[in-house]
């Protein structure tokens, strides 16, 4: 199983990045997606999450109204669209995918950088 991130990078407060994790040999559309960020000194905090087929979406207090998880189980991929972004968004972003509560059936990318800064 391969948990592939993108997308981020550098922008300014109030700008807008979207990342995206490929999730590839595993049968994508039965798992739940997760993303989490953590930065220095901060524990590592759950972004949003969207269940498989779509149905539940969570997001951090944090995050509402600003981000939008989606996913497109044809791509085996899933985005974490970020607008109005600040410098407390800094962070690595990571990508989860599991299946249910399972911890064999729980894969991990590695990791995007995020850094919100003028």
């Not at 953590?38 to 969570?58: C, D, F, L, N």
């Not at 600040?86 to 995007?112: H, I, L, M």
Request: with cysteine; hydrophobic share 30%; aromatic share 14%.
């Amino acid at each position: 199983v391969q948990v592939v991130e993108s997308g981020g990078g550098w922008v300014q407060p109030g700008g807008s990045l979207r990342l995206s994790c490929l999730a590839s040999r595993l049968t994508f559309r039965n798992y739940d997606l997760h993303w989490y960020r953590q930065s220095p000194q901060k524990e590592r905090e759950r972004v949003a999450t969207i269940s498989q087929g779509g149905s539940t979406i969570y997001y951090a207090d944090s995050v509402k109204g600003r981000f939008t998880i989606s996913r497109d189980d044809d791509r085996n991929t899933t985005y974490l669209q970020m607008n109005a972004l600040k410098p407390e968004d800094t962070a690595v972003y990571y990508c989860n995918a599991r299946f249910k509560t399972s911890d064999f059936y729980n894969f991990w990318g590695q990791g995007t950088q995020v850094t919100v800064s003028s």
